[in-house]
């Protein structure tokens, strides 16, 4: 039988793995061996669609094409995007399932929901696998942060099935991290899974027994991660060069962004981070100090630790009770956090799995078993958020518990309020207020019955969620004891006949072809020093002998040439000629910004 | 005692997940007995650990995940299956929502008395309703002594609350049962009742008590700030 793979599709990246003789392995690129995929996706003038890391690379020079992020989008409506989602993306002025505008550079654009703009991701990491493994892949097991809702599960569900997969089961990320360590077959434990990813913020209270895996309590923050962490040191990157928020221009912002991004990384090893700014308005080089990153992430730190009191209480576990602690995702390399997490719980967290990779290595532990070949392992998880209907003056009414264990089901008797009614409206939501507009909207159904005197009829709908954390609905009326057909219609979500579509619409997808692919990300990459080159000569041009120049310009147009042709190797070629070409200049750059940078600094500064 | 009919052999039995004869996945209704579906006596008295491994044991035979290949009318059966043990596991586990329950196969519910004020509890419940309306009304100048009083109360209705469910699990224990009834139908019985009503409707007015109380004092808290 075709194996099930293990992919987690992360806000940052994506990565695909399987079980190979009892073990997880995670399943790189096979032409360039990366384990990573880069979770962004790239719209091409010709309105092909770039995955991974050339896309990442070319958002930085065309953000208005690109998307980074796109978990951030998945199952949630217009009214739920923010400021700065939409400094970094487009959306389609509708309500419903979200819509992400792309440009792609030639004056046209193609709207996109979320699930699609994820299937791309998908289509990219099951092809990997496909090259990987020698044979079809159709059916996945995918993670989701524990704190996802109903919709934005669907929404992971739909993404799968546009990309060609069967989803056979939507695992939370911490539960997946705690079968990657394997910790269930040893021994009986308490375990917290502390995953803070690119954008979300995850963590479980899990107890461990004989194979067997109980999620007692989940909790997190759909709107925490990594990225606030970058945001963070962009502000402060932005006060040391002197900039001003509101005024700085979009691709100054993506710049910013990316040297926040090897900011943080520098500062998970050293004191101070120093780095270049290749801004609109010239070179410059900016510090940021590990004491200022923490003393401005502080209260970031304290809102995951928040969550962490929270879900030790709903668990009904103190700190003290917990026996191993499990760190995933990239945002837990922050030395800061591991120091808190660490005294939060009294111990050191455990960090043997690289934490990029362990929430893919334990979604392929979760297909294992349900390919049947570890049968001595199960899993027991919890629905995250309540979940209930509207009744009565607008009051949510709960159905079913945060961190009931599922499968869970509910039952509810409906009648009606005035005479002859042919149709009871229900509408579902899930949240832990009290009001139903201050919940998450799932979805409204009618449910159709027999004209009656009101309060006569006597409608039980059934609501059941499934072992993906998938709420599926059904009603009877009792006194005829006739099943009714539910419509759902979904708040945010796509319908069934939105997905049959757009599996038609098939997608032009650049990775399909492995040499398209390599011209096209070879392209990218001119296009970008090209931009890089042109930029430096007209800010730095009396820096630039005159020789200097007209050899960065031969080079740059024999680049330019190579460009519109498609030959791959020769770009490549040329991107490295123009680098030589310009390495002395770009010296005398930095050398020259390094001056301005200290002869802006007062001499005590220069001092210390 | 209701009885059900294999889906498979047709073989009539009490309900069970498997059919006893034919050893087939069974549809039961979400409402089934819950001690029935985990194997239990029917008794409130529950030994905790039996119940536990119980559960783990059906958990490892009905959950979703071993139906995987299994056909899609099996697959729904493991799912409705599953949502009823952890139903059932979740109510039995828990002295109070056990309580409740039992209450519940007497023929008796908690009703409108639940939301008066019960007879034992009113001087206590008195007591710190006023001090949480003082602490409402003070400036943030003498909030300091009043908090102080009302997280004093907040540990004194913890204690409480601890006394009262020891109180209920002994009642559990010791319920007196009848010869194939919930409830012996004597003195004894109906005192049992009596008092188990009693009991649970303390502890859901104290349960109240505790949220608004732990409100005010969050709202104080923030007062204060």
């Not at chain 1, 954008?199 to 999620?215: H, K, M, N, P, Y």
């Not at chain 2, 979400?30 to 579906?37: G, I």
């Not at chain 2, 139906?67 to 899609?72: E, G, I, V």
């Not at chain 2, 007015?205 to 949220?211: E, H, I, V």
Request: aromatic share 4%.
């Amino acid at each position: 039988m075709a194996r099930i793979v293990g992919i987690d599709l992360g806000t940052t990246n994506s990565l695909v793995a399987v079980m190979r003789s009892d073990r997880p392995e995670i399943l790189p690129d096979p032409a360039t061996g990366a384990r990573l995929l880069p979770s962004a996706v790239s719209l091409l003038p010709e309105g092909a669609f770039l995955v991974g890391d050339a896309a990442r690379r070319r958002a930085t020079l065309h953000p208005r094409g690109s998307v980074l992020s796109v978990k951030r989008f998945m199952g949630v409506g217009l009214e739920h995007v923010d400021a700065s989602d939409r400094e970094r993306v487009r959306f389609a002025e509708a309500a419903g399932a979200l819509r992400l505008v792309l440009e792609d550079g030639a004056g046209g654009e193609q709207q996109l929901t979320a699930p699609e703009v994820s299937s791309l991701i998908l289509r990219e990491l099951r092809r990997r696998a496909e090259a990987a493994l020698g044979e079809e892949v159709t059916r996945a097991v995918i993670t989701v942060p524990a704190y996802f809702n109903d919709s934005q599960r669907q929404a992971t569900r739909d993404a799968g099935r546009l990309a060609g997969l069967d989803v056979l089961r939507l695992v939370n990320e911490p539960t997946a991290a705690a079968l990657a360590y394997g910790l269930d077959k040893s021994e009986e434990a308490v375990v917290a899974v502390f995953d803070l990813g690119g954008g979300t913020f995850d963590v479980s209270i899990l107890q461990l027994r004989a194979g067997l895996s109980e999620v007692l309590a989940t909790g997190g923050d759909t709107r925490l991660g990594g990225d606030d962490f970058d945001a963070r040191i962009v502000a402060l990157l932005q006060e040391d060069v002197g900039l001003d928020h509101a005024t700085t221009s979009r691709e100054d912002i993506a710049i910013l962004h990316d040297a926040a991004e090897r900011a943080k990384r520098t500062l998970s090893e050293a004191d101070t981070a120093r780095v270049e700014l290749s801004l609109s308005a010239g070179t410059r080089i900016a510090t940021v100090t590990r004491a200022a990153f923490e003393a401005a992430t502080e209260d970031l730190v304290e809102r995951t630790l928040a969550r962490c009191r929270q879900a030790l209480k709903d668990a009904g576990k103190q700190a003290a009770d917990v026996d191993h602690v499990i760190l995933v995702g990239g945002a837990t390399r922050i030395p800061v956090v591991r120091r808190s997490v660490a005294r939060f719980f009294g111990k050191t967290p455990l960090a043997g799995i690289d934490p990029d990779e362990v929430v893919a290595l334990g979604a392929a532990v979760q297909a294992g078993i349900l390919s049947g070949s570890s049968t001595d392992m199960l899993l027991l998880d919890v629905v995250p958020l309540s979940l209930g209907i509207e009744t009565m003056g607008g009051v949510f009414t709960r159905l079913i518990d945060r961190n009931t264990t599922i499968p869970a089901a509910a039952r509810e008797q409906f009648t009606t309020a005035v005479d002859n009614q042919t149709h009871v409206e229900v509408h579902v939501l899930q949240g832990e207020r009290e009001l139903a507009r201050d919940c998450r909207s799932l979805a409204r159904f009618r449910i159709p019955i027999e004209p009656a005197i009101a309060g006569l009829p006597r409608i039980e709908v059934t609501f059941l969620i499934d072992a993906n954390g998938i709420l599926s609905v059904s009603a009877r009326d009792v006194r005829t004891n006739r099943e009714h057909s539910i419509e759902v219609k979904p708040s945010y979500g796509l319908t069934e006949d939105e997905i049959e579509r757009m599996l038609e619409e098939s997608f032009d997808l650049a990775e399909e072809d492995f040499a398209q692919r390599q011209l096209l990300e070879a392209r990218v990459e001119a296009e970008s020093i090209l931009h890089a080159t042109e930029k430096a000569e007209h800010l730095h041009a009396q820096l630039l002998t005159v020789e200097e120049r007209a050899a960065i310009e031969r080079a740059a147009s024999e680049l330019r040439d190579a460009v519109a042709g498609s030959d791959h190797n020769r770009i490549r070629d040329l991107i490295e000629a123009l680098n030589q070409a310009g390495t002395p200049f770009a010296q005398r750059i930095m050398d020259a910004s390094i001056k301005t940078a200290l002869a802006s600094k007062s001499v005590v500064e220069i001092a210390r | 005692m209701t009885r059900i009919r294999c889906r498979r052999c047709a073989d009539v039995q009490p309900p069970a997940f498997f059919c006893r004869s034919c050893e087939a996945l069974q549809l039961l209704p979400q409402d089934s007995d819950y001690f029935a579906v985990l194997g239990l006596p029917s008794h409130p008295a529950v030994d905790e650990q039996r119940l536990e491994e119980r559960y783990y044991a059906l958990s490892r035979k009905l959950h979703p995940d071993r139906f995987q290949t299994a056909s899609a009318d099996e697959q729904r059966a493991s799912v409705q299956a599953t949502a009823l043990l952890n139903a059932a596991y979740r109510t039995l586990r828990d002295v109070e929502t056990r309580g409740r329950y039992w209450l519940a196969r007497c023929g008796e519910d908690l009703g409108r008395d639940n939301n008066r004020v019960p007879p034992r509890l009113a001087a206590y419940v008195f007591d710190v309703q006023e001090k949480m309306s003082e602490l409402r009304e003070s400036s943030n100048g003498g909030a300091a002594s009043l908090r102080r009083e009302l997280s004093e109360a907040h540990r004194d209705l913890t204690e409480r609350r601890n006394r009262e469910r020891t109180a209920l699990a002994e009642l559990l224990r010791g319920w007196p049962a009848g010869d194939g009834e919930p409830t012996a139908r004597d003195e004894r019985g109906a005192a049992a009742v009596r008092e188990l009503k009693a009991l649970l409707s303390e502890l859901s007015y104290l349960r109240t008590l505790d949220r608004d109380l732990q409100a005010a004092l969050a709202e104080g808290a923030g007062a204060e700030a």
